[in-house]
């Protein structure tokens, strides 16, 4: 399990951040809506601790240096402290006590002099102890506070955030990269795999996802609450959960895309890696094939057979001296069944049969029984591994009188693949690593050992690196943890023996190859976001739009109303002293001619009293249309109060206003209405003079309607101070 999510350490990075930077991003847009500045720095933490986690994963790309590891570790620190920023400016609002801004300097100082003492790794683990803890305990802290000034939903979700930062507290500020001090020696990234058999990776991007979603959510309510919009609350919350849909499936997409991606390469590793142990095998083989040959060819020369039955020979010696020369041999020696050296190459022969030697070499034992012996040893003088092998010599009879033994150093084998781009190692049945390209692991156990094991090996190895690279033995090609990381294992027996060639495959460039999905992932999930925010954008501008709307319609109405006459739906007194004070000043500004015409229903209390009300209703109704149809347009037309009328007429003197007044006056006295048959009206007739107000201006044409409702009704009078005809008749004359 742990394995497999290691190798999605890369994804986990990509989620972990993309969760702060969606954080950082939802925080700033409650500043823009007003919100206090405190929420600017939850967003800077946010964006920044976002971009770090990226950071993490282009070095698990690429790879890593010391200059690199320096800048996200001061990235991490920065963003941890617009953390406690963020609470402690919440905590100010609150009401509570907090330090000022003077114990940031002190923080970050331990940070920076813990780099220098021990480097970025002692760096990174003094700032998520001094800095991260303590930020997202903080933060936790004043969330739970502010949950009391919520109410429902908001106040779920605000507790819901506080628990989310409680726990980040732990996992990001307690959990960290492994040190040799307290609490870093026990409680680490190590710890915490062994403990539950996930990455703390996971565990921070989890809570990380959790809390941008519930800082959402809360901005989510606080903009339903605000807009007051059924239709947008409805709305608001189905494409929540739309987006919250979209977004997981963009995720498990993006997920196995990069997971597809990364099979496929792995399928190559594997092939590639079968190549690669297979050519290590076979440079091997022709290392140490030479000498097997050259051994067999020893132990049948007549000339080494006669040294068993002649005695010294020189040709025997001669012929063991050729053996190593053109083998590549570091020695040869022939021995008789006692171990007893008889011969030896670059020394003068053996007179005498010497002290018995190498008895109980495995590869001696093996041939003095008739079979061939291959043996690997590894020789901690020298630090080299020999290679040794025998063949027995057999006389004519058929028995076997002695054996034939060359020794060769690997030491030019490991020359030649110092050069070899990937790690590989000869390992003994123990898994000790006796041969590398890579020194720092030399005589280091590929798996764990037993204490017994392990004070054997030393005793012939010497003092040992027993750090295991792994947690247990790897058969033929795995997929496992070494030293922490996701690698490809590759292991071959060699020549006849329980030794066996390594190789490892890096993850490096397997996360390389994942990146296309991880980008893929990234830029579905830009758009889909940004298609969701500006529907959201739409919707709330639709719903102020409608609000807006309804206010100007509403307001239309109201004005409306205000200046109609309910009865007639003609322009009432408000709207006509408008007209009026406007014309009056625009006739007086441009010396233009304005007439004001007033009538009213002749014995219209009559038709009241005789018919009722509803039948007088009907005549004001009647005559109001009847008029309107009348007039031209740029005439005002009003219903002046009861049953009396006002005409304006707007580039019109008194002579033309009293023929349209006697035209109408006459039109009126032959319309034809329901029950009452038919009415008369009076009217009078004023002209604008320079210098009148509008209150004369109507004064005057009262006067003249009240002459002619005394002088019989159904007439035409004009104000008596017009220089004009005063009445139709008159104007005749």
Not at 144 to 158: P, W
Not at 417 to 433: K, S, W
Not at 617 to 635: G, Q, Y
């Amino acid at each position: 399990m742990a394995a497999f999510l290691y190798s999605q350490l890369d994804f986990i990075f990509f989620f972990y951040g993309l969760a702060f930077v969606l954080l950082g991003a939802v925080c700033f847009a409650i500043v823009r809506a007003g919100q206090p500045r405190a929420w600017a720095m939850l967003g800077l933490f946010g964006l920044v601790h976002g971009a770090g986690e990226w950071l993490d994963l282009i070095a698990l790309v690429i790879g890593d240096n010391p200059a690199f590891a320096v800048i996200r570790t001061a990235g991490m620190a920065a963003s941890f402290v617009f953390l406690i920023e963020f609470a402690r400016l919440v905590s100010i609002q609150l009401g509570w006590k907090t330090p000022g801004r003077w114990i940031y300097p002190l923080l970050v100082s331990l940070v920076v002099l813990a780099g220098i003492a021990g480097g970025p790794t002692t760096a990174n683990i003094v700032a998520r102890y001094a800095l991260g803890f303590v930020g997202a305990a903080a933060t936790s802290l004043v969330f739970a506070r502010c949950a009391k000034e919520f109410a429902g939903k908001e106040r779920r979700l605000a507790i819901a955030v506080a628990v989310a930062f409680a726990f980040y507290a732990f996992a990001a500020g307690l959990i960290t990269p492994q040190a040799s001090f307290w609490p870093a020696d026990v409680f680490n990234y190590q710890w915490f795999v062994d403990s539950t058999g996930i990455p703390i990776q996971l565990v921070r991007g989890s809570l990380a996802g959790c809390a941008a979603y519930l800082v959402w959510a809360i901005w989510g309510e606080k903009r339903i609450s605000d807009m007051a919009s059924e239709r947008y609350a409805r709305d608001v919350r189905k494409q929540f959960a739309r987006t919250l849909a979209m977004m997981a499936t963009i995720l498990v997409s993006g997920w196995a895309l990069t997971e597809y991606l990364g099979v496929v390469y792995e399928k190559n590793v594997e092939a590639y890696s079968r190549g690669d142990v297979d050519l290590l095998t076979s440079r091997l083989t022709r290392e140490t094939g030479i000498i097997d040959v050259m051994v067999k060819t020893v132990a049948g020369s007549p000339s080494v057979q006669a040294l068993f039955t002649e005695g010294k020979s020189r040709s025997g010696e001669r012929m063991l001296d050729l053996a190593v020369e053109v083998s590549g041999a570091e020695h040869g020696e022939i021995l008789d069944r006692a171990g007893t050296v008889v011969a030896t190459s670059g020394a003068e022969a053996v007179a005498t049969r010497g002290p018995p030697v190498s008895t109980t070499a495995p590869y001696f034992q093996k041939s003095i029984t008739g079979a061939p012996g291959y043996h690997l040893a590894f020789d901690a003088t020298k630090g080299e591994v020999d290679y040794y092998a025998s063949y027995p010599i057999t006389s004519g009879r058929g028995a076997i009188p002695g054996v034939a033994v060359l020794k060769k150093s690997l030491n030019a084998f490991a020359g030649e693949l110092q050069e070899y781009g990937r790690a590989f190692f000869l390992i003994d049945p123990h898994g000790i690593v006796a041969l590398t390209n890579r020194p720092e692991m030399m005589l280091r156990s590929m798996w764990p050992l037993s204490a017994d094991t392990r004070s054997e090996l030393t005793r012939q190895f010497g003092r040992l690196n027993d750090k295991a690279m792994m947690e247990r033995e790897v058969g033929d090609a795995t997929w496992t943890l070494v030293d922490g990381s996701r690698d490809y294992v590759r292991r071959r027996g060699v020549n006849h023996s329980q030794w066996s060639l390594v190789i490892l495959k890096p993850t490096e460039e397997i996360f390389a190859s994942r990146v296309l999905g991880i980008a893929i992932t990234f830029l579905m999930t830009i758009l889909i976001l940004v298609y969701f925010q500006g529907r959201e954008r739409s919707l709330h501008d639709t719903i102020q739009m409608d609000r807006r709307l309804e206010l100007q319609e509403l307001a239309s109405n109201l004005r409306f109303r205000a200046i109609t006459d309910p009865l007639t739906g003609l322009s009432n007194r408000l709207r006509f002293d408008e007209a009026l004070a406007l014309e009056t000043s625009r006739s007086q500004r441009y010396g233009t001619p304005l007439s004001l015409v007033i009538y009213d229903i002749d014995h219209f209390k009559a038709v009241n009293d005789t018919y009722g009300h509803l039948a007088g209703d009907k005549v004001l109704i009647k005559l109001s249309e009847f008029v309107a149809t009348r007039i031209r347009r740029s005439d005002i037309l009003a219903r002046w109060g009861g049953e009396e009328f006002a005409i304006l007429l707007a580039e019109t003197d008194v002579h033309e206003a009293v023929q349209f007044a006697d035209k109408l006056r006459d039109s009126i006295a032959n319309l034809a209405f329901d029950e009452i048959g038919s009415v008369t009206c009076s009217f009078g007739i004023a002209q604008i003079e320079n210098g009148m107000t509008p209150e004369e201006f109507i004064s005057r044409a009262d006067e003249a309607l009240y002459r002619a409702k005394i002088s019989g009704r159904n007439r035409v009078e004009v104000d008596l101070r017009d220089a004009g005809p005063k009445s139709p008749t008159e104007a005749a004359a």
